[in-house]
Every structure is written in structure tokens, then in C-alpha cells.
């Protein structure tokens, strides 16, 4: 059986990339029986009939998956965030983050727009930016007419399926248009199929760029946590995941239980008063949740 990677997704059809080939396919009715959609970036194994067209038969393990958009096989998440202009957000940013780690997709964060900032806002910058490497994440910059964009982004984008996502207005578009000059056109229809047009609603596509594949998703700027629950969430904070090992209580919420790691560890100012009180706004969104039924 022929196998591929379904790299897009329009009007019920599945255009799977086998080699040089993009083969037209329908999904099986089997997989609407039991209620699997396939999603862009599935490695499937198909069926030839006719010319280019066929029907996919079977859909390969995923390592992991995003709902909206609809991608499966993600290696990582650029997270496009502006440090002005709008300011920068870190309750955004993390909220992103966690609703990442939930999905265990790898974000890397580019912040964009710092050749606006004054000395001053470039030190705060600075600060957020120590402290989110500290946690792990790795943190790259640019601005606008960037030379040296290209240098930056095609190691981190070569052999990788990644969703760029960020706020709109941070330089998304344009990062991507560096990046590939003719895309211009095509991320326009993209953009349009995908909300701010009205026709199709569920057009995904994955482009390819510098030897890698990525998918822009301006549907992805804003998202809950509906799918976390609350004993979960610390695990969507590395920092203090490491540390609520050495809570006294297993399933700490690390709110007013003894002798909570965490907790130490915020009063001690080991972790980042600011990452602790996102968690507990989480925490109490994740609370103040309707029950799903
Ligand atoms: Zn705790």
C-alpha cells in the first residue's frame, strides 16, 4: 500500500504527498463510521484509483495533535509575539505556552517589532527574555526588514512541521513573506479561506519552506483551555512541574496546601512571581469551567 502525508485539506477532499506525486483522495467511510477525521500532516497509507486520485485506507500513529487548527505531526510552534506596538503580552504569551505543552508541541517564541523599543523597554524585554530561556524556551527576535531573517529561521525550520501562530498585527504575514517572497500571493488565499473569506471554513494547507513544511493558521489566536484540567496544569509550567515533585501532597494545586514546593519557591523568588500568578488565573479558569457532558 502507497503511503504519504496528507498536505491539505479542501472540500472533503485529502491532497496526500507521496515523493514528487500529490494525490487526490477521499477518505475512507470507515473513518467517518468511527468518527477519525484525517488531519493535515497524517502519514496515511492510500489506495490508487484512476489518474492522481485515490482513497486513503489507513492513517499512521500521530505523535501529536492540534484542534484548531486541525494539524496532526507538529514538531513545533514559532509563537510570533510583538514586544510593541501592541506591547508586549506575557499573560498571552503563556497562555499560548500552556496550551502548547498541553498539546506536547515544542513552542520556540519570536518576538518581533525590537527595533522600536527605548532603551528602557528593551531591558524589560530583556528580563522576560532571561527568564522564559531560563525556563527552557528558546527565544529568537526580529523586526522588520530584518537582514538577517533568513540566517535565523531556515536552521529552525529545515526537516520541521511547524505552526507559526501569534497575535494578529505582530508581523505574522510579513514574516512569512520573508520567507518565502512568492508565497505572498498564496498566504493571501490562504488568510481568505481561512475565516476572513466566507466560503471555506476548514481549508488547511502546509507550505513548503527551506526544506521544511509549515502551517499558517491565523485561526489560531485564541484558544481556552477546555481541554486541561486542572491537576494537569502544572504540568504546562516546566518551571513548576520540576519543582511540585517536592510538594508534600501529590495532586498539589499548590494554592494554600503545607509545605508546597512552589509556593517556597515563588516566596523565595526562585521562580517568576508573575509565571505563578498566571498559573492561578489558569487554575481558576480551569475551575470556574463549565462541566463538559
Ligand atoms: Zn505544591
Known sequence: MPKGQIRKALSGFYYVQDGEQLIQCRGRGVFRNKGITP?????????????????????????????????????????????????????????????????????????????????KE?????????????????????YKDDPNLLTKMIPLLQSKLTV????????????????????????????????????????????????????????????DFDRIEKEELTQCFPELFVLSESCKFRGCLHLKEPKCAVKKAVEEKKVEQYRYDHYLQFLQEIIDRKPRY
Open 164 to 223: 507559526l501562530a501569534g497575535q494578529s498585527g505582530v508581523g505574522k504575514s510579513t514574516l512569512l513573506n520573508t520567507l518565502m517572497p512568492e508565497l505572498e500571493l498564496k498566504t493571501g488565499i490562504i488568510s481568505e479561506a481561512l475565516g476572513r473569506g466566507k466560503h471555506t471554513t476548514r481549508h488547511v494547507e502546509l507550505i513548503e519552506i527551506a526544506g521544511g513544511l509549515i502551517a499558517d493558521t491565523p485561526g489560531f489566536s485564541s484558544f
Open 122 to 142: 528593551l531591558q524589560e524585554i530583556e528580563k522576560y527574555k532571561a527568564n522564559y530561556e531560563a525556563i527552557g524556551y528558546r527565544i529568537i527576535e526580529t
Open 39 to 119: 488531519l493535515v500532516g497524517d502519514y496515511v497509507e492510500y489506495e490508487v484509483e484512476g489518474n492522481n486520485d485515490g482513497t486513503i485506507t489507513a492513517i499512521l500513529e500521530r505523535k501529536n495533535e492540534l484542534v484548531r487548527p486541525p494539524v496532526a505531526n507538529i514538531d513545533q510552534a514559532i509563537l510570533v509575539f510583538s514586544t510593541k506596538k501592541p506591547a508586549f503580552n506575557p499573560i498571552l504569551l503563556d497562555r499560548f505556552l500552556v496550551v502548547l505543552e498541553s498539546f506536547q508541541v515544542h513552542p520556540i517564541i519570536c518576538l518581533t517589532k525590537t527595533d522600536l523599543l527605548s532603551e
